[in-house]
């Protein structure tokens, strides 16, 4: 049967209740977390995505014989907060020429910089092509934005590949964004002394007297899942969270309904990093796994004790990293004090659909001009790194 006569429906859903979790888990490759029905679904549940934070869910759905075949998690935007990719410039340019930026569409993970799928797409079909259907993805934001009169559509971290593969598409009114994060990569270590032994000599030692400093203190960690953090362990985190981001931020999106939440829902993929000094504890760090990767997001301490960040939030996920054979250890957006501890510059994209660009010869030198800084950056950290060779990026 030609494609143009395969039968599917489009859905909006302005909440992941309405959407079967199954059905929407399977699309999901290398199990990753902030994907999961259940984390998107725990976000909407315990109000960390609504109309106060300025995340209105309307996700998408295409489904054949009652079977969803893509899906895309997408949200209402009436700010740039928890997206991670700035763009007040462009805000402001909009405005000095009479337009509204705002509303706008996002297609992300909630306060979530980690690469990923955000084209949902069942990998097993084969009465229609996977270019098909992330087409009908695609245009379906762009009918949205147009019928809702919103300014534009974003994809924020969409994964290397499905990058590649929206920028083959060639589509008019497109533009691709570049960043830079700092990520791990595990080189077959089996131990963290192996790691330590890849790195030149002074970083190496650095690291070591890092270490050596929070043992002196007295400070010993507990790494726990969804299974074995307890309650009282999510008070305590949940306390370290909102300490620390009141006092550094603004206003935590977070809960301790939510973390709950998830660790009841994806036990096998929270990683609970805990630091106690004499049975009190003093920090805590919540990252989470995928088949593949280790993810760092959210981090709290009581008190600031020196080099217990570097320990909590790197050392103990790279440790971890390595005895799951992970390959990869993303820990979360900017910090140029990562390179000393082993992690290196990776280049990052988004893309973004325009509907009425006031300036597209204007927006496209903009972001020619932020390529070649972000090329430049990239090269200066990676001449930085600690490594004795550079390391496989994968």
């Known amino acids: 049967m030609p494609e143009s006569d395969i039968q599917f429906s489009l859905q909006v859903h302005s909440s992941m209740q309405t959407i079967n979790a199954d059905q929407w888990d399977r699309l999901i490759q290398d199990n990753t977390p902030f994907l999961k029905h259940a984390f998107l679904s725990a976000m909407e549940t315990h109000d960390c995505v609504s109309e106060k934070f300025g995340w209105i869910p ?3 759905t295409v489904s054949h014989q009652d079977k969803i075949i893509a899906a895309l998690p997408l949200y209402e935007k009436h700010n740039n907060y928890g997206e991670f990719v700035f763009d007040q410039a462009w805000e402001q340019a909009w405005h000095q020429v009479g337009l509204n930026y705002y509303p706008k569409l996002v297609s992300a993970v909630p306060y979530t910089p980690a690469q990923g799928q955000r ?4 990998s097993e079909v084969d009465f229609i092509s996977q270019e098909k259907l992330l087409t009908t993805l695609i245009q379906a934001t762009q009918s949205l934005a147009t019928e809702w009169d919103m300014s534009s559509v974003h994809v924020l971290f969409a994964e290397t590949d499905q990058q590649h593969q929206i920028e083959a598409l060639a589509l008019p009114d497109f533009y691709f964004r570049h960043d830079c994060q700092f990520h791990w990569f595990n080189q077959g270590f089996d131990t963290f ?4 032994a890849s790195l030149k000599g002074k970083k190496r030692k650095n690291i070591k007297q890092e270490r050596q400093s929070i043992r002196n203190n007295g400070i010993t960690f507990r790494v726990l899942n969804g299974h ?3 309650d009282q362990d999510w008070e305590v985190f ?3 969270y909102q300490k620390t981001f009141i006092e550094k931020w603004s206003t935590p999106t977070f809960n301790l309904g939510f973390f709950k ?4 829902a994806i036990p096998e993929q929270i990683v609970l990093v805990l630091a106690d000094r004499q049975n009190e504890c003093v920090a805590g760090a919540l990252m989470f796994e995928s088949d593949t990767t280790l993810y760092g997001r959210h981090w709290g301490c009581e008190d600031n004790i020196k080099h217990l960040h570097f320990e909590t939030c790197f050392y103990q996920g790279i440790d971890y990293a390595i005895k799951k054979g992970l390959r990869v250890f993303e820990p979360g957006a900017g910090g140029e004090h990562k390179i000393a501890r082993g992690f290196v510059p990776i280049k990052m994209r988004s893309t ?3 509907k009425q660009n006031p300036f597209p010869e204007g927006l496209a030198n903009f972001i020619q001009q932020e390529k070649q800084m972000i090329d430049d950056y990239a090269e200066e950290c990676l001449a930085h790194i600690p490594y004795q060779k550079e390391p496989n990026t994968f």
């Open 261 to 264: 939440a998830i660790a009841s």
């Open 352 to 354: 973004h659909w325009v």
């Open 58 to 60: 309307h996700h998408i």
């Open 238 to 240: 949940d306390f370290f």
């Open 119 to 122: 084209f949902l797409i069942d």
């Open 228 to 230: 074995s953090a307890t």
């Open 193 to 196: 002394d192996d790691f330590l």
